[in-house]
Every structure is written in structure tokens, then in C-alpha cells.
């Protein structure tokens, strides 16, 4: 089994600006599905909490998801968010036991 990186990002947006973050959101997304190490690349919004967004995430190593992460759209996208989240991005790396 190839030993990838997990990854469970959940960002909040500030209520009046859920379209606003889910516009930046979706921009991301076909950028990062085309980077290397990108093996999934998924954005969910939560049925019951509309102002919570979650990506799942999988990638071949560490570096590749740092370089995602300095990557031109994510640091484009990450400033844009600065202003429309509710709290601080949370970005949690899994490993897969099982």
C-alpha cells in the first residue's frame, strides 16, 4: 500500500459571506486537481451548517502538499479568504491505518 497524505481542511465563513468564500472555493479547485501529487481534490459544504465548507484531500507526499499550499492560486486564495472567514483555516494531515 502506497502511504499517502490525508488531508481534512474546514474553513467557516462568516454567515452573510458563505457565496462569497464558496466563489473562492470553487476557483481552486481544477488549479489543484491538475498539480502534481494531487490524487483527490473534493469541496463539501455541510447540509446542516451552510457556513461550513470541507475539503477532502489526498496526496502522494508532504512536499506535494506544501507546494500546494505555496502554490500561486492557494496563497491568491488564501488572502481573498482573510476577510470572509468566521475563525482560522483548520488543516489537519492523516495518515491511513486502515
Given at each position: 500500500m502506497?502511504?499517502?497524505?490525508r488531508v481534512i481542511a474546514r474553513i467557516t465563513a462568516q454567515p452573510e459571506k458563505v457565496e462569497d468564500?464558496?466563489?473562492v472555493l470553487l476557483e481552486i479547485i481544477e488549479p489543484t486537481r491538475q498539480e502534481n501529487g494531487c490524487i483527490k481534490y473534493e469541496l463539501l459544504q455541510n447540509q446542516?451548517?451552510?457556513?461550513?465548507?470541507?475539503?477532502v484531500e489526498e496526496w502522494t507526499s508532504n512536499d506535494a502538499l506544501d507546494a500546494h499550499l505555496?502554490?500561486?492560486?492557494?496563497?491568491?486564495?488564501?488572502?481573498?479568504?482573510q476577510?470572509?472567514?468566521a475563525n482560522e483555516i483548520d488543516i489537519r494531515r492523516?495518515?491511513?491505518l486502515a
Open positions: 502506497i502511504n499517502t497524505i468564500i464558496k466563489a446542516s451548517d451552510p457556513t461550513e465548507f470541507t475539503f505555496a502554490s500561486a492560486h492557494i496563497q491568491t486564495a488564501a488572502a481573498k479568504l476577510d470572509l472567514v492523516y495518515t491511513l
